[in-house]
Structure formats: structure tokens, C-alpha cells
């Protein structure tokens, strides 16, 4: 919407971004003001962590999208991805009418879904996540740990969850909406199995122990639809992931 203002309208490009905006927290029932956000400091290229050093590879401003090296080790993403091997299960979708689990054709990975704090080492990466985004443990969903095995795939989808839908309202009465995302990568993939953003044509390739961090909302709580991404076909190989969704609220 935002080229076509600027191309046949002949907006100028930041005051075509500011009225979607502003028609955005309309549609919401947002506020016009900012509310706290996960963010990662990224005024450096290596982030001193308690236990680690965290190297910064890419940022984006808009949407906000951090890419991450060594956020685990190489034992750590072994760890956690043999301590799921037993619990593999086809990966559900938010069903828009009512909010349940749906399996559906664009989602064909398999996956574990664990509770926050449920191992030490679980309690450990979340401690470290927490640290890197600002945000507290708390306003954290429990962690989705996924198997992509070759052919499989999530197409492009939002994080966020859609306050005009029925199924999507439901989960935002506990917690909140969904205000960052992490994409943890446990193994290098032979090919494919990229994470796309199709909107700003960004691909991010898996990188054992990289990860992705991504905003899902504006400052103002407005659901950035930058933030499309796409889970890519794996071409070959398996792809091993850890998926951690940050919230507005207490989870």
C-alpha cells in the first residue's frame, strides 16, 4: 500500500508509512503511544553475555529483525534437539475460528512443545534469551523445538496473532499479544531451509547455534506486517530449530 501511496499517489515515503500507521492503530484499537518492546542492543557487533559472547551479523531497523551468532553451542543445540527426539508430532497451525490446533497443508514440519524452565538447560537458553531482548523470563512462551526433514516447510505466515479473528482473540487473553520472535538454528542444513521475509526480500540461511530475533509489533502495539516469513523448503538434509515467542505480558 505504502508503494502504490508513493508511486501514483506521489506521497512522499515517510508520510505514506506514518498514515498507514495511524489507520493501523485505528483498525487495532491502539493507543498512540509506545509501549515497552523486546529489543536486542545492538550498538555493538559482539554481545557480552554472562556465560558467552553473542556476535551481531545483521540488523534491520524496519521491520526489526537482529540476526545472531553463537547464541548456543554446539552441545547446547545437540542437547536440546536429542532431548525432543522422542516427542516429535506433526506441527499445528492457530485455527482462525475458534483457536485451536489445526493441521494444515502450508506447515508440514514436526515438533516438540516444552514448558518453560522444564530442564536446566531449557531454564539456561531462556535465561539467555531473556537477557539478549530486555524482557522478562515471564513474558515468554515455553519453547517449540521443530524437525524439517527434506521437501518440508512453513509458508509464509505472521507470528503475531490477528484481534479480528476469533481463534487469534483467544490467545490474546492470556499473555497478550505476540511482541518478538526468536528462531533458534540447532544444526547446519545442506540446503535450503532458509528463514524468508518475502516482504523486504531477506533470507536468512541456518547457522548452528545462530538465531533470528524479529519484532512482531510497532512500538505502539500495531502488528507489523513487514514480518511475514517463511519457513523454506528444505532441499536437502534436515533442519533443526527452536522457535521462543515473546509476549506482552505475564505468560
Same mark, same amino acid.
Given at each position: 500500500m505504502a508503494q502504490v501511496m508513493i508511486n501514483d499517489g506521489s506521497f512522499d515515503r515517510a508520510l505514506a508509512h506514518a498514515a498507514i500507521d495511524e489507520a493501523q492503530r485505528a483498525q487495532f $484499537?491502539?493507543?498512540?503511544?509506545?509501549?515497552?518492546?523486546?529489543?536486542?542492543?545492538?550498538? =555493538?557487533?559482539?554481545?557480552?553475555?554472562?556465560?558467552?559472547?553473542?556476535?551481531?551479523?545483521?540488523?534491520?531497523? =524496519?521491520?526489526?529483525?537482529?540476526?545472531?551468532?553463537?547464541?548456543? =553451542?554446539?552441545?547446547?543445540?545437540?542437547?536440546?534437539?536429542?532431548?525432543?527426539?522422542?516427542?516429535?508430532?506433526? =506441527?499445528?497451525?492457530?485455527a482462525n475460528h475458534d483457536g485451536g490446533n489445526l493441521v494444515h497443508a502450508h506447515r508440514t514440519s514436526r515438533g516438540a512443545m516444552l514448558r518453560r524452565g522444564e530442564t536446566e538447560?531449557?531454564?539456561?537458553?531462556?535465561?539467555?534469551?531473556a537477557h539478549l531482548a530486555?524482557?522478562?523470563?515471564?513474558?515468554?512462551?515455553?519453547?517449540?523445538?521443530?524437525?524439517?526433514?527434506?521437501?518440508?516447510?512453513?509458508?509464509?505466515?505472521?507470528?503475531?496473532?490477528?484481534p479480528e479473528l476469533p481463534g487469534p482473540r483467544k490467545h490474546l487473553e492470556r499473555g497478550g499479544q505476540r511482541v518478538g520472535t526468536f528462531v533458534i538454528y540447532l544444526n547446519d542444513v545442506e540446503q535450503g531451509g532458509g528463514t524468508a521475509f518475502p516482504n523486504i526480500g531477506l533470507e536468512?540461511?541456518?547457522?548452528?547455534?545462530?538465531?533470528?530475533?524479529?519484532?512482531?509489533t510497532d512500538a505502539f502495539g500495531v502488528p507489523d506486517r513487514q514480518t511475514?516469513?517463511?519457513?523454506?523448503?528444505?532441499?536437502? $538434509?534436515?533442519?533443526?530449530?527452536a522457535n521462543k515467542w515473546l509476549r506482552e505480558r505475564e505468560y
Open positions: $484499537g491502539k493507543k498512540s503511544e509506545h509501549q515497552p518492546m523486546p529489543d536486542i542492543d545492538t550498538a =555493538s557487533n559482539m554481545i557480552a553475555m554472562p556465560d558467552r559472547n553473542v556476535d551481531v551479523l545483521l540488523t534491520l531497523t =524496519s521491520p526489526r529483525i537482529v540476526l545472531l551468532g553463537n547464541v548456543l =553451542s554446539d552441545e547446547e543445540c545437540d542437547t536440546l534437539a536429542a532431548y525432543c527426539g522422542e516427542r516429535w508430532a506433526r =506441527s499445528p497451525v492457530v538447560l531449557i531454564q539456561r537458553i531462556e535465561a539467555r534469551l530486555q524482557w522478562p523470563v515471564e513474558r515468554g512462551e515455553g519453547m517449540q523445538v521443530l524437525r524439517y526433514e527434506t521437501g518440508n516447510e512453513y509458508r509464509a505466515h505472521y507470528d503475531w496473532f490477528d536468512v540461511q541456518p547457522k548452528k547455534g545462530g538465531a533470528v530475533f524479529f519484532a512482531n511475514l516469513h517463511a519457513g523454506m523448503p528444505v532441499v536437502k $538434509g534436515v533442519k533443526l530449530v
